[in-house]
């Protein structure tokens, strides 16, 4: 193994405190010595990159070269992060900033898969080019997972009157089309996402789904993983009569909380899938 290489990924995290107003964010590097390979007495160097601000997290691919690195800064006090940062796109080998966004942690999630970067910023997924920073796709869908040997994504398609459906999409990665559609439950989310083949999916998502990657086809078995608890409406409603015998204004609440994850992990082997979940009443 090259020990220089393992020094470039310790010291990937550290934060500099200096700030450039240039287009490309500066990164500053130096080359320097770190210990000593005491078999063949050799020195063992290095490379400490300098980000501008603290590194919330990175990905690096080694066939290009390149690192993606999201900065995202503290309070003035210290104890809070902020809501805003930087996506920093950098190439090692040339050692250069090549692009950068703002993104805004709140909202936005970021995935990456090799050559290709998805944002999920509220109701829509934005697939980037990861050389060029450059817009490929957008489609009203956010994207829950992404086979990267497929460039296949799938997610819930999103509609403006109602917003997120019950319609799950496979996405073509390569230029934002949808491939399939399947009509799959996420009122409680998904407790589980396990690979079967190289083709298939199990997905626990109010029951256990298998799923195609390619043309979203499989079977479905459908089991109660969450319930709508409304405790907390009733307490509240008994506090709003009580109110209103006073008053004569009644306040009352209808709706529900949703109680998820009563499920155990999946367990999957050559003939049999093992799954627990809680008795619910």
């Known amino acids: 193994m090259n020990l220089n290489k393992i020094w470039i990924f310790l010291l990937l995290f550290t934060v500099g405190t200096g700030y450039s107003q240039k287009k490309a964010t500066e990164v500053i590097t130096n ?3 770190f210990g000593k390979n005491t078999i063949n007495n050799s020195e063992i160097k290095g490379i400490d990159y300098i980000f501008p601000d603290r590194i919330h997290g990175t990905y690096y691919d080694s066939y290009s070269g390149l690192l993606t690195a999201q900065l995202r800064g503290l309070s003035k006090n210290g104890k809070w992060m902020d809501n805003t940062g930087k996506v920093v796109q950098y ?20 995935q990456q898969f090799r050559n290709t970067i998805i944002y999920s910023i509220a109701n829509k997924s934005i697939c980037v080019d990861a ?17 990267a040997n497929k460039k296949i994504g799938i997610g819930y398609k999103f509609k403006t009157s ?10 073509d990665l390569s230029n934002g089309n949808v491939i399939w559609q399947r009509e799959l439950n996420r009122e409680y989310g998904w407790n589980d996402i396990v690979s079967l083949t190289d083709s298939t999916l199990l997905v626990v998502a109010s029951g256990l789904h298998k799923i195609n990657l390619n043309t979203g086809k499989g079977w479905d078995h459908t089991m109660k993983t969450g319930k709508k608890d409304y ?3 009733i307490a509240a409603n008994a506090i ?3 109110a209103g015998l006073l008053t004569g204004t009644f306040l009352m609440s209808t709706g529900h909380n949703l109680v998820r ?11 049999f899938i093992y799954f627990l979940l809680k008795n619910i009443l």
Do not use: F, H, M, P
Request: proline letters at 0%; charged letters at 25%.
């Open 31 to 33: 080359e320097r010595t």
């Open 91 to 110: 190439d090692l080998k040339n050692k250069k900033s090549l692009w950068d966004k703002k993104i805004v942690y709140t909202t936005t999630s970021l």
């Open 131 to 147: 050389t060029s920073g450059e817009e490929i796709w957008k489609v009203k869908n956010n994207i829950y997972y992404v086979d």
């Open 162 to 171: 109602t917003g997120y459906t019950n319609l799950l999409e496979g996405i």
């Open 231 to 233: 405790k907390g409406n």
């Open 240 to 242: 709003g009569v009580a």
């Open 261 to 271: 994850d009563l499920v155990s992990n999946t367990i999957v082997d050559s003939n």
